[in-house]
């Protein structure tokens, strides 16, 4: 019954990753949480009266007709409490509790690196995006972006092109609204051959902020990112800066007016002329060991 909880925890609005922990430090389960008393549930820091009524409110039997119309779609769940949950995502201070996913997670993507850029990208630039994304699969990578036009179009592609190459692909839309459309056909293939995912539930629009915030998603199920072409102001260097923050390497390509931006701020130069691809496969494959982290221990 417990996914039947988290899949209703999506429809409570204001509770994302942070306040998903007050919740369960305070009641010990995510039944417990439905199950728990109005005036217990005001005593939680930053829990709206909307959000406490819609807990209230919810239905379960109606949820769990929505699970099974979700299983025919092709759409699993992924919640905290399952094992194929990214563990990287828990780095985030406010991990997604739920993930909507097409494809498969597999262990080896915890070995991935994020190629993003521009969607305006020019010819030299997807070229290069494309080669990174090819190589690096081939070399046991898996390759995550965005499913922008340009840059990530060209990296999901790259990968794809690698016999057993896999790319993850994470959405600023629910994955009954694939966004761009001229993208349909790259998210089939991207199922067929690694996973599309989303935080967002499946009939979603895209929207800026939803866009905004999978770069944070896609910078924690990464090892490093490689920004390959970027314009001044650009989502790319919002995935930049949230990889730093998570500890995160990254790396640039040089002559654009935002990867250079990003130099100066001190990312790794990455010179696609003279990239030493099987040093940076073994670099990327190799981490080294972050320190543990009690926090979801605690929970679960």
Same mark, same amino acid.
């Given at each position: @019954? ?11 609005? !204001?509770?994302?990753?942070? %306040? ?7 009641? +010990? ?26 807990? &209230? ?9 929505? @699970? ?10 992924? %919640? ?18 739920? =993930? ?21 990208? !020019?010819?030299?630039? /997807? ?12 070399? !046991?990578?898996?390759?995550?972006? +965005? ?19 896999? %790319? =993850?692909? $994470? ?55 490689? $920004? ?6 650009? +989502? ?7 990889? #730093?923050?998570?500890? #995160? ?12 931006? /990003?130099? #100066? ?31 979801? &221990?605690?929970?679960?």
């Amino acid at each position: @019954m417990s996914r039947v909880h988290w899949l209703a925890l999506t429809h409570i609005p !204001g509770v994302g990753g942070a %306040t998903l922990r007050r919740l369960l430090e305070r009641f +010990g389960s995510i039944e417990g949480i439905f199950a728990a008393d109005p005036a217990e549930l005001a005593r939680v820091p930053r829990l709206s009266e909307r959000a406490i009524a819609a807990l &209230q409110g919810v239905s379960l039997e109606a949820v769990e007709a929505e @699970m099974a119309a979700l299983a025919k779609a092709g759409i699993a769940l992924l %919640t905290w409490e399952d094992p194929d949950y990214p563990a990287s995502l828990h780095d985030l201070s406010d991990p997604p509790p739920v =993930l909507f996913l097409r494809g498969t997670i597999r262990p080896q993507d915890e070995r991935a690196v994020a190629i993003v850029g521009s969607r305006r990208a !020019g010819e030299h630039g /997807l070229g290069v995006a494309r080669r990174l994304g090819k190589a690096l699969a081939a070399r !046991g990578l898996t390759v995550v972006s +965005g499913l922008a036009l340009g840059i990530d179009t060209a990296a999901h592609e790259g990968a794809l092109e690698t016999p057993g190459g896999r %790319t =993850l692909a $994470v959405l600023g839309s629910g994955l009954g609204v694939i966004h761009p459309r001229e993208n349909r056909a790259l998210a089939e293939r991207i199922v067929a051959c690694g996973t599309l995912l989303s935080e967002l539930r499946p009939d979603t629009p895209p929207r800026g902020l939803y866009l905004m915030a999978r770069d944070r998603i896609i910078a924690a199920l990464s090892r490093a990112v490689i $920004v390959v072409e970027a314009e001044e102001r650009s +989502g790319s260097l919002d995935t930049a800066r949230r990889a #730093r923050r998570l500890g #995160r390497p990254v790396l640039a390509c040089p002559g654009s007016p935002g990867t250079e931006a /990003l130099l #100066r701020a001190g990312a790794e130069r990455l010179d696609p002329e003279a990239i030493d691809l099987d040093a940076l496969a073994r670099r990327l494959q190799n981490p080294p060991e972050p320190p543990p982290s009690p926090r979801q &221990q605690k929970l679960f």
